[in-house]
């Protein structure tokens, strides 16, 4: 049994507008609605390896009907000697991309202390799996009145991540939004890099007013599985997606960071025609 009193505020239970439906508070980037009825989709890089490719990419993500840029220019690498980000050029690179596009920015935080600079250029600031934990950085977003998307530890359970979630709001910043991105399971590595857990959604929605995104791409980590799990997502009660997106003609290995999991923007476009149930008009 989970204690909806250790997530108090952004849990269901005791607000009346909420008790007895699925609905979301909305967090509002700009003119994106998340948790409202139409689904939100943020594309992009996995890490922000230079302008060239960052604002070919906003383009092409942009045309293809995304709401908003993702690109982490902080990475957590699980080896020291892999590509760690570029740092605040590629925050400055995410802001030019933004200016080119009109596309709000998507970006991991890492580090307690590199907040506030994250935040001047970030839209949204993004807590990555490996940190939903990491309660002093918890504690610092939620000083920060800048929605912040959260994503679930890789093994944490449906109460770790609530509580999560409560550190930030707590603070002040209840524009949370969560985002589930696959869990450690026994097939983890054998056929996909996570696996994505479907079944989670509903229980989070039940429980909290929060809306909740998915991740196709770090939850497969495999390009020709993403439109599936994409689908799949939003029909098991995602309200968004987070997606890798590599452009038409780059290699995918020439691509410093999860190029095998990354979609190019054709594909992108059709997940976003089917998951809003349109289609896309760009120039
Ligand atoms: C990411 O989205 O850039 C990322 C590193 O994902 P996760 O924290 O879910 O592994
Ligand atoms: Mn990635």
Redesign the pocket.
Known sequence: MTDWMNYRTVARRGKAAYEGNLDARLVRVGAVEFGGPTPVVIAGP?AVESRAQTLAIARAVKAAGADCL?G?AY??RTSPYAFQGLGEEGLRILADAREDTGLPVVT?VMDPRLVPLVAKYADVL?I???SMQNFPLLVEVGRVRKPVLL?RG?CANLEEWLCAAEYIALGGNEDVILCE?GVRSTWSQEYARNTLDLNVIVPMRQRTILPIIA?PS?STGDSEMVPWAARAAVAAGAQGL?IEVIDEDTRTEDVLCDGFQSIRPSVLRRIVEEVKGAAVHSA
């Open positions: 996995c993702r982490g990475k957590p991991e993004q990555g799996s490996r994503k890789m991105r991740d770090h987070i």
